[in-house]
């Protein structure tokens, strides 16, 4: 415990003693000190109580890292279900592309092609293609939209109630596709939010 005081009297700045500080707070550990210890450092020693506050005083950055933190744990999947979950999404993703291109009357040249992990969805020169691929190493879902630009989803819950996350918005790979395709195909209904893992 005394080197742990030291290192946060010496370096209170520094991001190594905020990480310190953060996985003590998890611990229930707050590295509050003896009278003795304390009434000789007193005017060095920062008061530190638990991670919401700390990370309220350093005013936002801690807060983005840590809901990264929490994607990236949350989202570790062994590969099997990994496979299993990204599977059955692009192929959900698939069936109703391929539905809703058929029934576009107002779409002309379009395309769904989906095999080896790759989904492809020409929605016509005037919209461009959609492409959304898994990405086995990393275990995300990838999405590249004329519309937003490239994406990476990392799935995030449980296998029966989890759905595929950008962690930088929190945004859904499924409330992405329905905030944009309704304003492409526009004679049909569009619900992306009844397809598997989309909550």
């Given amino acids: 415990m005394q080197i742990i005081l030291e290192i946060i009297i010496n370096k209170p700045h520094t991001m190594f003693t905020r990480r310190l500080l953060t ?3 998890r611990l229930n550990i707050r590295p509050a000190t003896t009278a003795g210890y304390h009434s000789t450092c007193h005017s060095s020693l920062p008061t530190v ?3 919401s ?3 309220s005083q350093n005013n936002g950055p801690l807060n983005k890292r840590l809901f990264s933190s929490q994607i990236e744990t949350e989202s570790s999947l062994d590969t099997a279900t990994y496979e299993r979950l990204c599977s059955e999404t692009l192929d959900g993703l698939c ?30 020169k005037s919209h461009g293609t959609y492409v959304i691929n898994r990405q086995t190493p990393n275990k995300q879902i990838w999405l590249s939209s004329p519309t937003s630009g490239p994406k990476r989803f990392d799935f995030v819950g ?3 109630a989890g759905k595929w996350i950008y962690r930088h918005t929190g945004q859904s790979l499924h409330q992405l596709l329905q905030l ?20």
């Fill in 23 to 25: 996985r003590l707070s």
């Fill in 49 to 51: 109580t638990t991670a």
């Fill in 53 to 55: 506050e700390s990370f």
């Fill in 95 to 124: 069936d109703y592309f391929e539905e809703l291109t058929e029934n576009a009357t107002d779409l002309i040249g379009t395309d769904v092609a989906y095999g080896d992990g790759v989904l492809t969805v020409n929605l016509g």
């Fill in 158 to 160: 449980t296998p029966k």
């Fill in 180 to 199: 944009e395709i309704p304003t492409i195909v526009k004679s049909q209904t569009v619900d992306f939010m009844r397809l598997p893992h989309c909550s």
